[in-house]
């Protein structure tokens, strides 16, 4: 089944991860870009300061500058180096720190006082970073054009970028575990609308409530009241169906009375064979009208109950109902239901179910009528008994088969089965009927909790 948190949180981790490792790029790329510039605004210091030391002796050869306070300067491939080309004199004066390597400065175009920079090879196979001016100098010999060149080994970038990348990860961790952890806040906040209809449905369902209620977000409350106007559609729609199907059968009892009267009134002037035959189709006619009416008050589906039903009370109305009865009078009752259990049965359906069960008892028992209830974390169970004769056991399987029809019973069976029937199917309540042991009948119903 789909979820839409899970999707939005993939989706979430997903777009976090990418946000971060781009975030994460950007910065040490501008970490990089902004190290390059310091170590370029460095070179240029020692560029300037090699330039204004600059000094000749009497024959015009340029001085080894003395002053370089960096002691990198004096340690073999060290990382920072200076360089100084005479191009006039072919002359080339290195920094100790390059030992016997001179920086391979390409021959290009130069602008007196511009300064030039340049990726190079460096000692020991690596690149430096260089930057470099051409000036024109006085010398006892005349003016003539001097390259200056400091260099820094590129590795103290890579090295100063690859700690940063590796101090910065655990913080990017931490900030994507956090900003996960807001997506799913936010998300728990925004779908709690959708679990508040979710809750409202199931009252409607379980009849706490006829509608859906509450302060619903703009963005939900359309949805609710698309919700309500079906509610109330299908109410009606019921209500009105009911209506229909009593209105049809009590219209039909007036012509049947009418049948009957007749059939009477030929049976006294001897016509007792078309009386008869009138009788019975009136009596037939009767028990579809009375069936289809009693029909039309079973509640359709559970979720369209009025209310929950208590067996202990409705065993009781129904216990006292019958006791009053002559058979009822004369036996002897065993009742023993939970006062303090309800099944997700409409009270109305409820009743009916029970009373055509315990009727039929009332009808074939002997002495006695037995109705026993027992509950359970998941389940309550209602077991009516009889000390009756009992049924073939053929009799039972048949009986027992989904589908049996009002006109398809067996004559005799006294319980209304179609109807038990139809209702056990609406409320999945699990029906048995069994003989006793010693004598009568056993009907067993099971009511699953919600």
Not at 320 to 346: C, F, H, N
Request: glycine share 6%.
């Amino acid at each position: 089944m789909k979820s839409m948190r899970l999707q939005f949180l993939v989706i979430s981790a997903l777009s976090i991860a990418l946000a971060l490792a781009a975030a994460g790029f950007v910065m040490i790329k501008l970490f990089e870009k902004n190290l390059e510039r310091r170590v370029e605004a460095e070179l240029i210091i020692y560029v300037n300061q090699i330039a204004a030391e600059l000094s000749f002796d009497k024959d015009g050869q340029i001085k080894s500058p003395t002053t370089l306070s960096d002691r990198r300067f004096t340690l073999a491939y060290s990382g920072l180096y200076w360089q100084i080309d005479d191009i006039s004199l072919k002359q080339q004066l290195r920094s100790r720190s390059l030992w016997d390597y001179a920086l391979p400065l390409p021959v290009d175009t130069h602008i007196t006082g511009e300064l030039h920079r340049y990726f190079l090879p460096g000692p020991n196979g690596g690149t430096v970073i260089v930057q470099e001016r051409q000036l024109i100098v006085a010398t006892p010999k005349g003016a003539r054009p001097v390259r200056i060149s400091t260099a820094m080994n590129y590795e103290t970038v890579t090295q100063a970028r690859s700690q940063f990348t590796k101090d910065m990860m655990p913080y990017l961790i931490i900030l994507g575990i956090f900003l996960l952890l807001s997506s799913a806040i936010q998300l728990s906040l925004g779908l709690r609308p959708l679990k508040n209809v979710r809750d409202g449905l199931n009252a409607v369902r379980n009849r706490q409530k006829q509608r859906l209620d509450g302060d619903f977000p703009s963005e939900i409350k359309p949805l609710t009241q698309a919700i309500n106007q079906l509610l109330d559609s299908q109410e009606e729609t019921i209500s009105r169906a009911r209506k229909r199907a009593a209105d049809l059968a009590h219209g039909l009892n007036t012509p049947l009375t009418v049948l009957t009267n007749d059939a009477a009134k030929l049976k006294e002037k001897g016509e007792r064979e078309i009386a008869g035959e009138l009788a019975d189709l009136a009596q037939v006619m009767r028990s579809h009208v009375d069936y289809e009416l009693a029909r039309s008050r079973i509640t359709p589906e559970p979720s369209h109950r009025n209310s929950d039903a208590n067996p202990h009370q409705i065993v009781a109305e129904i216990a006292k109902t019958l006791q009053r009865t002559p058979k009822g009078e004369a036996l002897s009752w065993k009742i023993d239901v939970p006062k303090d259990v309800e099944v997700t049965v409409d009270r109305d359906d409820l009743r009916e179910l029970l009373g055509n069960i315990v009727e039929n008892a009332v009808k074939w028992t002997q002495t006695q009528v037995e109705i026993t209830g027992t509950s359970s974390s998941d389940a309550v169970t209602l077991v009516i008994e009889d000390d009756g004769k009992g049924l073939d056991p053929k009799l039972i399987e048949t009986i027992m088969v989904r589908g049996i029809r009002h006109d398809q019973k067996t004559q005799g069976t006294g319980i209304g089965l179609s109807l038990v029937r139809e209702i056990c199917d609406i409320y999945t309540i699990d029906l048995t009927i069994e003989n006793r042991q010693t004598s009568g009948l056993r009907v067993t119903l099971v009511f699953e909790l919600a």
